[in-house]
């Protein structure tokens, strides 16, 4: 399943309309409905906000249902999948599959010139851990800026206020580690 068909199939699980989903995501109807067509591609923000709308990890929209969940988990570079946030100039990769029992998920995200989190700050419960790979990026953190580059690391309380954005001229590939995991 696509995850437009995924997202349909929570909404009408949940006796939710179109217009009703659109109202508590603050997205327009046919947006919506072009992301269950595969018309178009929602910004990770806006993923998450529909799956926790939809009361589902934003996992189970972008990965495959017969993934099995098992106390080891090998995934080959090859076999990582991709999510991209075209409005965002983000692509992210979940390294490990969905699995409700995990503590952490590390997740590979490269943000293109430009790319951010979104405008605005956000909060939620857990921790979060950055390594910067290859690029700069700025993390924002309350009323602090953090300017993150190769090799350096930041780890943070996630209910603070936090957004990030790559204002260099390069792409950035970053490890991220979230725990409890959000996707």
């Not at 199939?9 to 309309?17: D, H, Y």
């Not at 989903?21 to 906000?49: D, T």
């Not at 950055?130 to 780890?155: C, F, H």
């Amino acid at each position: 399943m696509t995850i437009g068909e995924k997202l349909k199939k929570s909404r009408n699980e949940k006796g939710m309309s179109l217009r009703e989903l659109a109202m508590k995501v603050e997205l327009s109807a046919s947006f919506l409905s072009q992301i269950e067509q595969g018309k178009a591609s929602p910004s990770i923000e806006n993923l998450k906000k529909i799956a926790n709308t939809l009361d589902v990890r934003v996992s189970y929209l972008i990965e495959d249902e017969d993934d099995e969940i098992k106390n080891i988990q090998y995934i080959k570079e090859n076999e990582m999948r991709y999510l991209e946030s075209r409005g965002s100039n983000i692509r992210m990769a979940l390294l490990m599959p969905s699995n409700k029992e995990k503590n952490m998920e590390p997740i590979i995200y490269e943000i293109g010139i430009n790319g951010e989190s979104g405008r605005d700050f956000y909060s939620h419960g857990g921790e979060e851990f950055i390594y910067i790979i290859e690029g700069e990026l700025d993390v924002y953190i309350a009323d602090k800026k953090y300017k993150l580059s190769k090799g350096d690391s930041l780890y943070f309380k996630s209910h603070l206020q936090h957004r990030f954005k790559n204002t260099s001229k390069k792409q950035v590939k970053a490890l991220w580690v979230v725990s409890p995991p959000t996707f």
